[in-house]
C-alpha cells in the first residue's frame, strides 16, 4: 500500500502538503502512521477547516434568496443582523491580521460579505412611515441602504489599519458584541411565536460550524478570544435551532409593520375626504338661494 502512496501525483500531493505540512504528510500518508495522534488531530483539523470555508461560502445564501423571493424580511432583527456582521468583520481582520491560516478563518471572508447583503436587504424592505391620511407613495429607504453600505466600508478599512492592541480589544468584545446580535432574533422570534424568514440552513450550518471551529481553534489556534467568541455563537446558535423547532410552520402574525412594501405603498386604506363646517354652510346657503324654477339664465353674446 506505501508502494502507492508514496508515488501520488504531484496534483494530490503538492496540495496534500501544503495543507498539513511536509512532516505529516510523510507520516500520514506516505507512511501510513495513522496513530501518529497529533498529525491526525491536524489533518482532522485542516480538513474540518476547508469543510467550513467551503460551507460558509453558501451559508447565507438561502437567506438571501427566502428575502428576495419573498420580497420582505419579516421575522428578521435588523439589530441581530448588523451586529453579527460587525462580530464576522472583526473576527475576520482579527485573524487576518495575526496571519493565521485561511482554513482557520475563511469563512467569516464568505460570511461577513452575504450578511451585509443581507442586513442591506432589511434595510431596503424596512416598512415605509407613510401616513394613512395621505395618498403619497412611501419613503423609498434606497438612501439608507447607501448609507448602510458606505458605513460597512469604512468599518473595514478603520479595523484593518487601527493598531494591533485596539483590534485585540475589540476581538475581545465579539463576546458581548455576540450575545446582543442573537438577543434581538430570539426576542422577535419569541414575540410573534414564529422564526418567519429566518433561514433552517443558516442556522443549522451555524450550529456545526461553530461546534467544529471550537477544535480546529483548539488545535490549530490556540487563541483563547477566538475560542470564547465561538463557544458563545454556538450557545446562541442552538437556542435559535431549538425555536425553529417550537415554531415550525407558524406564520408571522399579519400587523402592519410586518407589511411587504409593495402592499404598503400601493395597498393603503383609503382616504376618507372631510368637508369643513364652514364650506358645508356656504354651500347650503348658496343652493337655498337658487331658484327653484327649471329655467337656466345666460348671458346674451352680441
Known amino acids: 500500500m506505501t508502494a502507492i502512496t508514496q508515488n501520488l501525483p504531484s496534483f494530490i500531493k503538492d496540495p496534500a502538503i501544503g495543507l498539513i505540512g511536509p512532516h505529516c504528510y510523510s507520516s500520514l500518508v506516505e507512511n501510513l502512521h495513522v496513530t501518529d495522534s497529533v498529525c491526525l488531530k491536524l489533518a482532522i483539523s485542516k480538513g474540518l477547516g476547508v469543510a467550513i470555508v467551503l460551507g460558509g ?14 420580497r420582505h424580511a419579516k421575522g428578521l432583527s435588523l439589530p441581530a443582523f448588523g451586529l453579527e456582521t460587525l462580530a464576522y468583520l472583526i473576527t475576520l481582520l482579527y485573524a487576518y491580521r495575526n496571519n493565521y491560516p485561511f482554513s482557520t478563518y475563511g469563512e467569516n471572508f464568505f460570511l461577513t460579505i452575504q450578511n451585509v447583503f443581507i442586513t442591506l ?11 394613512h391620511l395621505t395618498t403619497k407613495r412611501a419613503k423609498s429607504n434606497t438612501p439608507a441602504v ?16 487601527i ?4 483590534i485585540q480589544f475589540l476581538q475581545l468584545a465579539t463576546v458581548p458584541i455576540s450575545l446582543f446580535s442573537k438577543i434581538p432574533q430570539i426576542s422577535e422570534n419569541y414575540r410573534n411565536k414564529s422564526t418567519g424568514q429566518l433561514s433552517v440552513f443558516a442556522v443549522a ?5 461553530c461546534a467544529a471551529r471550537l477544535f480546529t481553534t483548539a488545535t490549530e489556534m490556540g487563541d483563547s478570544l477566538v475560542f470564547a467568541g465561538f463557544a458563545l455563537a454556538f450557545v446562541l446558535n442552538v437556542a435559535l435551532g431549538i425555536q425553529i423547532w ?13 407589511w411587504p412594501r409593495e402592499k404598503q405603498e400601493f395597498d393603503e ?3 376618507e375626504i372631510v368637508t369643513p363646517q364652514y364650506a358645508q354652510a356656504s354651500f347650503n346657503h348658496a343652493s337655498a338661494t337658487q331658484p327653484t324654477t327649471g329655467r337656466r339664465w345666460a348671458r346674451k353674446v352680441d
Open 269 to 271: 386604506e383609503p382616504t
Open 146 to 161: 447607501l448609507v448602510a453600505g458606505v458605513v460597512s466600508i469604512v468599518t473595514a478599512y478603520v479595523l484593518l489599519v
Open 163 to 166: 493598531p494591533m492592541h485596539l
Open 246 to 258: 417550537m415554531y415550525w410552520g407558524q406564520g408571522v402574525p399579519a400587523t402592519k409593520e410586518h
Open 121 to 131: 436587504l432589511i434595510i431596503y424592505y424596512l416598512p415605509g412611515t407613510q401616513s
Open 205 to 209: 450550518s451555524q450550529v456545526f460550524g
Open 57 to 70: 461560502a453558501v451559508m447565507k445564501i438561502p437567506q438571501l434568496l427566502l428575502i428576495l423571493r419573498a
